[in-house]
């Protein structure tokens, strides 16, 4: 768990401050709960960026503020979210970020002219069966600049006590509360996920980003070096 430590984060969470208390609750355990920090960091700090499956745009919200240079873009099957989203960057003030939300069906990844600078997806694929994350998956890389980068933060199947306390909470969100929207609980180890990112062609590295955190955070980082 930790805090939001950045002018950056302090800003994208000072956001939610007049919301609703679920929204405000939402919005703050995530933070705590989620490396968003350490993943920013890998992300570019300037060109185009999707985040497929951004919920209520935190992290898409803080790759923003982080730095102007990024022209940032967070979609997601909930429209809900997006709606919160939207509202949530109202409070930004003119030129302080590049950003947009969008509700999009599932798989409907937007294209660009030159392809994306980078991709990013933060805890959405554990929500998709195999064959659906596989094909979403390979529809990004398509989507993909040469030299674009995708970004995978899960959560790892290891060790399997943080995997345990992680999955417990997922199935807790998505099949007794309903706060998440997704067709599959199934959560792919980061060994999975490297070995499609190579299969669609990918440079690919793993870091693991768990430390001081309940949950096994990971991300699994593919560079399109050849289109
Ligand atoms: C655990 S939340 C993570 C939200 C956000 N990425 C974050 O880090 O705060 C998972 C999100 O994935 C979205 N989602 C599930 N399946 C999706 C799909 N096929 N395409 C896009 N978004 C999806 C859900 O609606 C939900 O907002």
Same mark, same amino acid.
């Given at each position: 768990m930790k805090p939001p430590r950045s002018e950056a984060a302090k800003r994208t969470l000072g956001l939610?401050?007049?919301?609703p208390r679920s929204a405000r609750l939402h919005t703050n355990i995530r933070w705590w709960t989620a490396p968003f920090e350490a993943l920013e #960091?890998? #992300?570019? +700090?300037?060109g185009n960026i999707l985040e497929v499956g951004c919920g209520h745009g935190v992290f898409t919200t803080f790759l923003a503020v982080s730095s102007v240079e990024r022209r940032v873009v967070g979609i997601d099957i909930d429209a809900e979210k997006i709606a919160l989203a939207k509202q949530s960057v109202l409070g930004l003030r003119d030129g302080e970020a590049n950003l947009s939300f969008d509700h999009r069906a599932s798989g409907d990844v937007p294209l660009i002219d030159g392809g994306w600078d980078a991709i990013v997806f933060a805890d #959405? =694929?554990? =929500? %998709?069966p195999l064959e659906a994350r596989t094909a979403l998956l390979a529809e990004c890389v398509d989507a993909l600049s040469t030299n674009g980068v995708l970004v995978v933060k899960e959560v790892d199947t290891a060790p399997k006590f943080k995997a345990q306390i992680a999955q417990f909470q997922e199935f807790l969100a998505t099949? #007794? =509360? +309903?706060?998440t929207d997704g067709d599959a609980l199934d959560f792919p180890s980061a060994a999975e996920l490297e070995g499609l990112l190579v299969s669609d062609g990918l440079e690919t590295r793993v870091a693991r %980003?768990?430390?001081?955190?309940?949950h096994p955070h990971c991300v699994v980082v593919g560079r399109k070096t050849q289109t």
């Open positions: 939610w401050r007049d919301f #960091v890998e #992300v570019p +700090r300037s #959405v =694929l554990y =929500l %998709l099949k #007794v =509360l +309903r706060i %980003l768990d430390k001081g955190y309940f």
